[in-house]
């Protein structure tokens, strides 16, 4: 079948070589070119927020965990301190600061018009923060630093044991969720194999695990294809571990689950595709501010390009067969669905290597972000409703978004250095 990827990946065999082509022939170059843009490549993150699930006394002292900070000087002008407050946060954020002051007016003067009451009606009923998936917003400006991410590459850190065992261990068990044997007929039911961890779960449940699965695949087979090898002349050089993708992928090392785990990544993959699409009439109206003029507008260019690209490719992922059904009980879903994944985004400060840290943070970010776009109707983009309902994205997000995608695009092009070699050795 050729697979529409509506979310029930695991219904139909997927059409993975359409995606290979398009991936590595079109938009993985146009990606590397935009990702190396400086609106692109610094991204703020606080990397040292305390674990809020257990004491964590396992600071890595890893050297290929070290992240460089980046100082001031190096930043461009437009993201220096000062500078950035004004003018780098996007337009739309400072219309969501005036929407925040009216609400206050709103709530402390009661001899406000009918006006201005039915516009605080419509702001608490939209609140923004019912469409976010993620904590990190609100981490203090103070501990947030800036990090070149061509400088920190996401790589083989040698983070492994008992630390990312139980990071990993409390997204699925803890935070993934659970078949429950019930009577009532399945929310949306598809036809899942038996022994899968999804049997028994609705499609928005196998969603949820298929992305942080396809997550998991994508972060490993980095650490696998930028990993620690003999240089032949006693150092060592960094390079694609054919031994490390087999053990951790190949049906001989790890049975079908192999498979369905380089599968999830491509299921992630046309969701935060899908979600970059969907955002585009939102980047339209963005500047990509650094404070040099030719710079962004050529980055806005080459955003344009590859939304053009990816508006394309024919399989896209439906997000709108999600939460459907009975109003309440997928109003209950939806947010159910977002606790979990706010969670996860939490567990992040436990990821005992800073490196690690670092892309686990920016990827499910990224991650999140994409959510929140594909979940928030069909306001983006739309200026023609009030401000306090218009559709917003901070640069965080934007950048965390792009980068994220721009991760699994990278894994699925290393996918093919690995058929490659597979095929030689
Ligand atoms: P793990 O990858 O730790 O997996 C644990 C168990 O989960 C496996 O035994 C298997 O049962 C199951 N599993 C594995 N893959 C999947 C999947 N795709 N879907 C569902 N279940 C699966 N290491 C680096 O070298 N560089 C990095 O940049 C890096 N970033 C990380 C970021 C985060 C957020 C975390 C939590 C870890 C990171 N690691 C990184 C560590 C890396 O992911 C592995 O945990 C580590 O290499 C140990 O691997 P493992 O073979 O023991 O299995």
Redesign the pocket.
Known sequence: CSCKLKGGLDDCSCDVESIDSFNNGKIHPLLEELLGRNYFRYFKVNLNKECPFWYDDSKCALKDCAVDICTEEVLPEGMRNGHEIKKYMTDSLKEKEECDEMMELSTVDHTLSQESKDAFVEWTEYDDSQLSFCVMDDEDENDMQYVDLLLNP???????GES??R??RSI?EENCFKPVQSTRPSYSPNIVSKGSPLEGLCLEKRVFYRVI?GL??S??I??CARHLLPDGWGRTKWGPKLEEFRK?FSPESVGPQGTT?LK?LYFVYLLELRALVKAAPYFLNQTFYTGDQREDSEVRQLLMEVLEVARQFPYQFDENTMFQGDPKEARRLKEEFRQHFWNVTRI?DC?G?D??RL??KLQVHGLGTALKVLFSGDIIGRTDIPHNRQFHMTRREIVALVNAFGRLSKSIRALEDFKNMMKTS
């Open positions: 996401e790589r083989y850190t040698g983070y492994k990312p065992h990071i990993w699925y699965s998991h695949s972060i490993n980095h650490l951790r785990r999830n992040m990821v290597c490196k690690c892309w686990g």
